[in-house]
Protein backbone atom coordinates (compact mmCIF):
# COMPACT_ATOMS: atom_id res chain seq x y z
CA UNK A 1 0.00 0.00 0.00
CA UNK A 2 1.56 3.49 -1.18
CA UNK A 3 0.69 6.03 1.22
CA UNK A 4 0.30 9.93 -0.03
CA UNK A 5 0.38 13.07 2.30
CA UNK A 6 -1.94 15.74 1.27
CA UNK A 7 -0.94 19.17 2.11
CA UNK A 8 -4.09 20.97 2.42
CA UNK A 9 -6.79 18.11 2.68
CA UNK A 10 -9.43 20.13 3.51
CA UNK A 11 -9.58 22.49 0.84
CA UNK A 12 -11.28 21.69 -2.43
CA UNK A 13 -8.84 19.84 -4.47
CA UNK A 14 -7.75 18.24 -1.22
CA UNK A 15 -10.69 16.65 -0.46
CA UNK A 16 -11.25 15.11 -4.23
CA UNK A 17 -7.60 13.93 -4.26
CA UNK A 18 -8.08 12.20 -1.16
CA UNK A 19 -11.22 10.79 -2.17
CA UNK A 20 -9.51 9.92 -5.47
CA UNK A 21 -6.13 8.20 -3.78
CA UNK A 22 -8.71 6.59 -1.54
CA UNK A 23 -10.57 4.68 -4.34
CA UNK A 24 -6.81 4.02 -5.59
CA UNK A 25 -5.72 1.49 -2.26
CA UNK A 26 -3.69 4.23 -1.00
CA UNK A 27 -2.73 4.88 2.72
CA UNK A 28 -3.42 8.69 2.96
CA UNK A 29 -2.71 11.40 5.76
CA UNK A 30 -3.99 15.19 5.13
CA UNK A 31 -2.00 17.38 6.71
CA UNK A 32 -3.94 20.28 9.02
CA UNK A 33 -2.98 23.29 10.90
CA UNK A 34 -3.84 23.54 14.27
CA UNK A 35 -6.24 26.30 14.64
CA UNK A 36 -9.60 26.75 17.34
CA UNK A 37 -11.75 26.00 13.99
CA UNK A 38 -10.57 23.39 11.70
CA UNK A 39 -12.97 23.39 9.31
CA UNK A 40 -13.59 19.27 7.92
CA UNK A 41 -16.81 19.59 6.11
CA UNK A 42 -15.14 18.57 2.61
CA UNK A 43 -13.78 15.52 4.23
CA UNK A 44 -16.40 14.68 6.79
CA UNK A 45 -17.78 11.23 4.99
CA UNK A 46 -14.13 10.29 4.14
CA UNK A 47 -12.54 11.20 7.77
CA UNK A 48 -12.24 8.11 8.95
CA UNK A 49 -10.19 6.96 6.19
CA UNK A 50 -7.68 9.92 6.00
CA UNK A 51 -4.62 10.01 8.95
CA UNK A 52 -4.56 13.48 10.22
CA UNK A 53 -1.53 14.80 10.78
CA UNK A 54 -0.97 18.52 12.37
CA UNK A 55 1.79 20.73 10.95
CA UNK A 56 2.15 24.21 8.90
CA UNK A 57 3.68 25.16 6.22
CA UNK A 58 5.35 28.13 8.53
CA UNK A 59 7.15 25.51 10.52
CA UNK A 60 9.96 23.47 9.02
CA UNK A 61 10.14 21.20 12.01
CA UNK A 62 6.54 20.02 11.62
CA UNK A 63 6.94 19.19 7.72
CA UNK A 64 10.31 16.99 8.72
CA UNK A 65 8.47 15.38 11.76
CA UNK A 66 5.68 14.43 9.63
CA UNK A 67 7.88 12.70 6.88
CA UNK A 68 9.35 10.84 9.10
CA UNK A 69 6.24 9.62 10.77
CA UNK A 70 4.55 8.51 7.93
CA UNK A 71 7.39 8.02 5.45
CA UNK A 72 5.19 8.86 2.67
CA UNK A 73 5.95 7.90 -1.20
CA UNK A 74 4.05 11.03 -2.23
CA UNK A 75 3.46 14.30 -0.89
CA UNK A 76 0.69 16.30 -3.06
CA UNK A 77 1.17 20.57 -2.03
CA UNK A 78 -2.02 21.77 -2.07
CA UNK A 79 -1.98 24.18 1.15
CA UNK A 80 -1.73 28.01 0.34
CA UNK A 81 -3.34 31.58 0.84
CA UNK A 82 -5.38 30.93 -1.92
CA UNK A 83 -7.31 33.69 -1.98
CA UNK A 84 -6.15 36.31 -4.74
CA UNK A 85 -7.90 39.33 -3.55
CA UNK A 86 -6.52 38.21 0.05
CA UNK A 87 -2.73 38.30 -1.26
CA UNK A 88 -3.51 42.00 -2.18
CA UNK A 89 -3.94 42.99 1.64
CA UNK A 90 -2.15 39.87 2.86
CA UNK A 91 0.85 40.13 0.28
CA UNK A 92 3.66 38.99 3.39
CA UNK A 93 1.54 35.95 4.46
CA UNK A 94 0.58 35.10 1.02
CA UNK A 95 4.15 34.93 0.40
CA UNK A 96 5.31 32.96 3.52
CA UNK A 97 2.28 30.39 3.11
CA UNK A 98 2.37 30.21 -0.91
CA UNK A 99 5.66 30.58 -2.00
CA UNK A 100 8.60 29.66 0.94
CA UNK A 101 5.74 27.13 1.97
CA UNK A 102 6.97 25.31 -0.66
CA UNK A 103 10.26 25.38 -0.37
CA UNK A 104 9.80 24.03 3.35
CA UNK A 105 8.03 21.24 1.85
CA UNK A 106 10.99 20.55 -0.67
CA UNK A 107 13.34 20.49 1.71
CA UNK A 108 12.09 18.79 4.18
CA UNK A 109 11.59 15.63 1.39
CA UNK A 110 15.28 16.74 0.40
CA UNK A 111 16.81 15.56 4.20
CA UNK A 112 14.39 12.66 4.91
CA UNK A 113 14.12 10.98 1.67
CA UNK A 114 14.71 12.53 -1.57
CA UNK A 115 12.95 9.94 -3.07
CA UNK A 116 9.67 11.19 -2.21
CA UNK A 117 7.71 12.03 -5.45
CA UNK A 118 6.37 15.28 -4.77
CA UNK A 119 3.59 17.62 -6.49
CA UNK A 120 3.35 21.09 -6.40
CA UNK A 121 -0.13 23.11 -7.31
CA UNK A 122 0.68 25.77 -9.54
CA UNK A 123 -1.61 28.40 -10.81
CA UNK A 124 -2.69 29.91 -14.25
CA UNK A 125 -2.56 33.22 -12.44
CA UNK A 126 1.09 33.24 -13.04
CA UNK A 127 0.38 33.73 -16.30
CA UNK A 128 -1.43 37.12 -15.41
CA UNK A 129 -0.95 39.83 -18.11
CA UNK A 130 -0.67 37.06 -20.83
CA UNK A 131 1.34 37.71 -24.04
CA UNK A 132 0.72 34.45 -26.14
CA UNK A 133 -3.47 32.88 -26.23
CA UNK A 134 -3.60 30.15 -25.52
CA UNK A 135 -1.08 29.80 -22.52
CA UNK A 136 1.22 26.55 -22.22
CA UNK A 137 3.93 25.22 -20.32
CA UNK A 138 6.60 27.47 -22.31
CA UNK A 139 4.51 30.61 -22.13
CA UNK A 140 6.25 33.20 -20.03
CA UNK A 141 4.99 34.38 -16.64
CA UNK A 142 3.85 37.68 -15.82
CA UNK A 143 1.32 37.79 -12.48
CA UNK A 144 -0.78 40.15 -11.45
CA UNK A 145 -1.22 39.82 -8.03
CA UNK A 146 0.97 38.71 -4.63
CA UNK A 147 -1.11 35.29 -5.15
CA UNK A 148 0.49 34.88 -8.68
CA UNK A 149 3.78 36.04 -8.16
CA UNK A 150 4.34 33.79 -5.36
CA UNK A 151 2.89 30.64 -7.42
CA UNK A 152 5.90 31.86 -9.61
CA UNK A 153 8.38 31.53 -6.87
CA UNK A 154 6.71 28.30 -5.88
CA UNK A 155 6.88 26.74 -9.09
CA UNK A 156 10.20 27.48 -9.70
CA UNK A 157 11.93 26.40 -6.91
CA UNK A 158 10.28 23.32 -7.85
CA UNK A 159 12.37 22.93 -11.18
CA UNK A 160 15.25 23.94 -8.94
CA UNK A 161 14.86 21.37 -6.68
CA UNK A 162 14.50 18.75 -9.67
CA UNK A 163 17.24 19.99 -11.55
CA UNK A 164 19.62 20.76 -8.65
CA UNK A 165 18.73 17.41 -6.39
CA UNK A 166 17.66 15.03 -9.36
CA UNK A 167 13.96 15.04 -7.37
CA UNK A 168 10.98 13.62 -8.80
CA UNK A 169 9.17 16.97 -8.45
CA UNK A 170 6.33 18.38 -10.92
CA UNK A 171 4.63 21.42 -11.67
CA UNK A 172 0.76 21.07 -12.14
CA UNK A 173 -0.23 24.72 -14.07
CA UNK A 174 -4.17 24.06 -12.99
CA UNK A 175 -6.36 27.18 -14.82
CA UNK A 176 -9.89 27.64 -12.76
CA UNK A 177 -11.41 24.87 -11.35
CA UNK A 178 -14.58 24.86 -9.49
CA UNK A 179 -17.16 22.35 -7.75
CA UNK A 180 -19.86 22.32 -5.24
CA UNK A 181 -16.98 22.25 -2.62
CA UNK A 182 -15.31 25.34 -3.62
CA UNK A 183 -15.44 28.42 -1.14
CA UNK A 184 -18.29 31.21 -1.04
CA UNK A 185 -15.84 33.80 -1.52
CA UNK A 186 -14.64 32.43 -4.92
CA UNK A 187 -16.67 34.00 -7.54
CA UNK A 188 -18.20 31.35 -9.13
CA UNK A 189 -19.82 29.68 -5.60
CA UNK A 190 -20.59 33.09 -5.03
CA UNK A 191 -22.75 33.66 -8.33
CA UNK A 192 -24.44 30.18 -8.10
CA UNK A 193 -25.15 30.22 -4.25
CA UNK A 194 -27.01 33.75 -5.10
CA UNK A 195 -29.21 32.83 -7.97
CA UNK A 196 -30.08 29.82 -6.02
CA UNK A 197 -31.09 32.12 -3.01
CA UNK A 198 -32.53 34.57 -5.21
CA UNK A 199 -34.36 31.70 -6.61
CA UNK A 200 -35.87 30.64 -3.96
CA UNK A 201 -36.58 34.09 -3.01
CA UNK A 202 -33.28 34.79 0.00
CA UNK A 203 -31.85 37.10 -1.51
CA UNK A 204 -32.54 40.00 -4.28
CA UNK A 205 -29.43 40.72 -5.86
CA UNK A 206 -25.93 40.11 -6.58
CA UNK A 207 -22.93 42.49 -6.15
CA UNK A 208 -20.10 41.50 -8.57
CA UNK A 209 -16.72 42.92 -10.18
CA UNK A 210 -15.28 42.73 -13.91
CA UNK A 211 -17.60 40.81 -15.21
CA UNK A 212 -15.68 40.39 -18.74
CA UNK A 213 -12.73 38.62 -17.12
CA UNK A 214 -12.29 35.65 -18.95
CA UNK A 215 -11.14 32.49 -17.15
CA UNK A 216 -10.46 28.52 -18.74
CA UNK A 217 -13.15 26.86 -16.02
CA UNK A 218 -13.37 22.79 -15.05
CA UNK A 219 -14.46 20.47 -12.49
CA UNK A 220 -12.31 20.00 -10.13
CA UNK A 221 -12.30 16.44 -10.01
CA UNK A 222 -10.88 16.10 -13.28
CA UNK A 223 -8.01 18.08 -11.97
CA UNK A 224 -6.85 15.80 -9.16
CA UNK A 225 -6.75 12.73 -11.27
CA UNK A 226 -4.05 14.86 -13.42
CA UNK A 227 -2.06 15.73 -9.83
CA UNK A 228 -2.12 11.85 -9.33
CA UNK A 229 -0.80 11.19 -13.08
CA UNK A 230 1.77 13.29 -13.33
CA UNK A 231 3.87 11.28 -10.30
CA UNK A 232 2.87 8.26 -11.80
CA UNK A 233 5.71 9.24 -14.96
CA UNK A 234 9.04 7.99 -15.11
CA UNK A 235 10.09 11.46 -15.50
CA UNK A 236 9.01 14.32 -13.42
CA UNK A 237 7.62 17.24 -15.28
CA UNK A 238 5.48 20.43 -15.52
CA UNK A 239 2.18 20.38 -17.13
CA UNK A 240 -1.23 22.91 -17.82
CA UNK A 241 -4.20 21.25 -16.94
CA UNK A 242 -7.05 22.77 -18.31
CA UNK A 243 -10.15 22.96 -20.87
CA UNK A 244 -9.05 25.04 -23.49
CA UNK A 245 -12.05 26.72 -23.62
CA UNK A 246 -12.50 30.72 -21.89
CA UNK A 247 -15.85 31.89 -21.04
CA UNK A 248 -16.39 35.33 -19.20
CA UNK A 249 -17.55 35.90 -15.82
CA UNK A 250 -20.87 37.50 -17.43
CA UNK A 251 -21.47 34.15 -19.21
CA UNK A 252 -20.65 32.14 -16.18
CA UNK A 253 -23.46 34.51 -14.55
CA UNK A 254 -25.83 33.77 -17.77
CA UNK A 255 -25.78 30.25 -17.45
CA UNK A 256 -26.50 30.11 -13.51
CA UNK A 257 -29.63 32.30 -13.92
CA UNK A 258 -30.79 31.30 -16.74
CA UNK A 259 -30.64 27.73 -15.49
CA UNK A 260 -33.01 28.82 -12.42
CA UNK A 261 -35.47 30.78 -15.32
CA UNK A 262 -34.11 33.87 -14.29
CA UNK A 263 -33.08 37.31 -15.97
CA UNK A 264 -29.37 37.84 -14.53
CA UNK A 265 -29.58 41.76 -15.44
CA UNK A 266 -32.51 42.22 -13.41
CA UNK A 267 -30.67 41.34 -9.94
CA UNK A 268 -26.80 41.83 -10.95
CA UNK A 269 -24.91 45.00 -10.13
CA UNK A 270 -21.39 45.55 -10.77
CA UNK A 271 -19.71 46.92 -7.25
CA UNK A 272 -16.20 48.63 -7.89
CA UNK A 273 -14.98 46.92 -4.81
CA UNK A 274 -14.60 43.93 -6.19
CA UNK A 275 -12.33 44.76 -8.88
CA UNK A 276 -8.96 43.81 -8.63
CA UNK A 277 -6.09 46.30 -8.29
CA UNK A 278 -4.12 44.66 -11.47
CA UNK A 279 -6.91 42.65 -13.49
CA UNK A 280 -5.95 39.43 -15.19
CA UNK A 281 -8.18 40.01 -18.54
CA UNK A 282 -7.68 36.07 -20.29
CA UNK A 283 -6.84 32.77 -19.32
CA UNK A 284 -7.07 29.77 -21.28
CA UNK A 285 -4.63 26.97 -21.28
CA UNK A 286 -3.29 24.75 -24.10
CA UNK A 287 -3.60 21.06 -21.79
CA UNK A 288 -2.49 19.16 -25.43
CA UNK A 289 1.12 17.74 -23.28
CA UNK A 290 -1.32 16.49 -20.91
CA UNK A 291 -3.48 14.76 -23.03
CA UNK A 292 -0.49 13.29 -25.53
CA UNK A 293 2.03 12.10 -22.18
CA UNK A 294 -0.40 11.69 -19.48
CA UNK A 295 -3.55 10.65 -21.47
CA UNK A 296 -5.91 12.91 -19.31
CA UNK A 297 -9.12 14.95 -20.59
CA UNK A 298 -12.11 16.86 -18.79
CA UNK A 299 -14.98 15.09 -18.67
CA UNK A 300 -17.11 18.13 -17.69
CA UNK A 301 -17.91 20.99 -19.60
CA UNK A 302 -18.58 24.08 -19.08
CA UNK A 303 -22.47 23.88 -19.25
CA UNK A 304 -22.56 20.68 -16.82
CA UNK A 305 -20.22 22.27 -14.31
CA UNK A 306 -22.27 25.64 -13.95
CA UNK A 307 -25.26 23.77 -13.61
CA UNK A 308 -23.92 21.00 -10.83
CA UNK A 309 -23.04 24.01 -8.86
CA UNK A 310 -26.43 25.40 -9.38
CA UNK A 311 -27.94 21.84 -8.33
CA UNK A 312 -26.24 21.78 -5.25
CA UNK A 313 -26.75 24.91 -4.22
CA UNK A 314 -30.20 24.83 -4.63
CA UNK A 315 -30.08 21.33 -2.80
CA UNK A 316 -28.20 22.77 0.18
CA UNK A 317 -30.27 26.24 0.41
CA UNK A 318 -33.60 23.42 0.47
CA UNK A 319 -32.33 21.41 3.18
CA UNK A 320 -31.59 24.43 5.62
CA UNK A 321 -27.34 23.41 4.69
CA UNK A 322 -26.73 27.42 4.45
CA UNK A 323 -25.53 27.04 0.79
CA UNK A 324 -22.66 25.12 1.92
CA UNK A 325 -22.99 21.58 -0.23
CA UNK A 326 -19.77 19.36 0.05
CA UNK A 327 -21.46 16.37 0.34
CA UNK A 328 -24.04 16.98 -2.71
CA UNK A 329 -24.32 14.47 -5.28
CA UNK A 330 -22.17 15.37 -8.24
CA UNK A 331 -24.09 13.61 -10.97
CA UNK A 332 -23.06 16.76 -14.24
CA UNK A 333 -26.18 17.53 -16.19
CA UNK A 334 -26.19 17.78 -19.87
Not at 22 to 36: F, P
Amino acid sequence: MRTALITGVTGQDGSYLAEFLLEQGYRVVGMVRRTSTINFDRIRHIQDRVEIAQGDLLDQTSLTNILQEYRPDEVYNLAAQSFVPTSFTQPVLTGEFTALGVTRVLEAIRTVDPTIRFYQASSSEMFGKVVEVPQRETTPFHPRSPYGVAKVYGHWITVNYRESYNMHASSGILFNHESPRRGLEFVTHKVTHAAARIKLGLAGELRLGNLAAQRDWGYAADYVRAMWLMLQQDDPEDYVIATGETHSVEEFVSEAFGYLDLDWREYVVQDPKFYRPAEVDLLVGDPSKAGRKLGWEPSVDFRQLVRLMVDADMQALQRGDGGYAPLASEAPRA
